[in-house]
T-cell receptor, first 115, second 114 residues
Framework: DAGITQSPRHKVTETGTPVTLRCHQTENHRYMYWYRQDPGHGLRLIHYSYGVKDTDKGEVSDGYSVSRSKTEDFLLTLESATSSQTSVYFC??????????????FGPGTRLTVT | AQKVTQAQTEISVVEKEDVTLDCVYETRDTTYYLFWYKQPPSGELVFLIRRNSFDEQNEISGRYSWNFQKSTSSFNFTITASQVVDSAVYFCALFSNSGYALNFGKGTSLLVTP
């Protein structure tokens, strides 16, 4: 199994509070991603990173920000949580520099509930 | 634009039946990669297979097989002699060189009953 951890694994927070989710990898992969999973929508990309301090927006980036100060850590921040951000959040990593490997490996997920 | 369609939302079969999960994709890129992931009830996402656009060979791994047909833009997944442990949500996904992330279908929930 790829070495990917997410913290916290579960969190309940109130509307309007800031929340930071952490993804940590031990694989030294260049690319990291944050997805959210909601019923009926599958997985949707929030933000991704293609290197330290290099990030870009995904399909559903509004209300989220990210930071990557080290190769191994990718943080997702909800500046002011809303109930629509209640979801399961998955981090993923990949190493597309290797031509034979584009698959992404996923962390265990974080279940976030905004009340 | 890239898109992955999994038309089957839910499938229910009895153990030992064969079942095929459909995946249709859209992309304008000539080089792309297709994937299947499994999400069991425990919630983790497990990588099953990757197929490159320039390799249309079908693949078999135990009870699992994949049929890739560029002519119909399909990448279907068949489970032979299904087992209860196969119960999960299965996602098909597409990656191409014009992007950096996977485009997922909405998933097919497979229930295998004894």
């Amino acid at each position: 199994d790829a070495g990917i951890t997410q913290s916290p694994r579960h969190k309940v927070t109130e509307t309007g509070t800031p929340v930071t989710l952490r993804c940590h990898q031990t694989e030294n992969h260049r690319y990291m991603y944050w997805y959210r999973q909601d019923p009926g929508h599958g997985l949707r990309l929030i933000h991704y990173s293609y290197g330290v301090k290099d990030t870009d927006k995904g399909e559903v980036s509004d209300g989220y920000s990210v930071s990557r100060s080290k190769t191994e850590d990718f943080l997702l921040t909800l500046e002011s949580a809303t109930s629509s951000q209640t979801s399961v959040y998955f981090c993923a990593i990949s190493e597309v520099a290797r031509r034979s490997s584009y698959e992404q490996y996923f962390g265990p997920g974080t279940r976030l509930t905004v009340t | 634009a890239q898109k992955v369609t999994q038309a089957q939302t839910e499938i229910s079969v009895v153990e030992k039946e064969d079942v095929t999960l459909d995946c249709v994709y859209e992309t304008r890129d000539t080089t792309y990669y297709l994937f299947w992931y499994k999400q069991p009830p425990s919630g983790e996402l497990v990588f099953l297979i990757r197929r490159n656009s320039f390799d249309e060979q079908n693949e078999i791994s135990g009870r699992y097989s994949w049929n890739f047909q560029k002519s119909t833009s399909s990448f279907n997944f068949t489970i032979t002699a299904s087992q209860v442990v196969d119960s999960a949500v299965y996602f098909c996904a597409l990656f191409s060189n014009s992007g950096y992330a996977l485009n997922f279908g909405k998933g097919t929930s497979l229930l295998v009953t004894p």
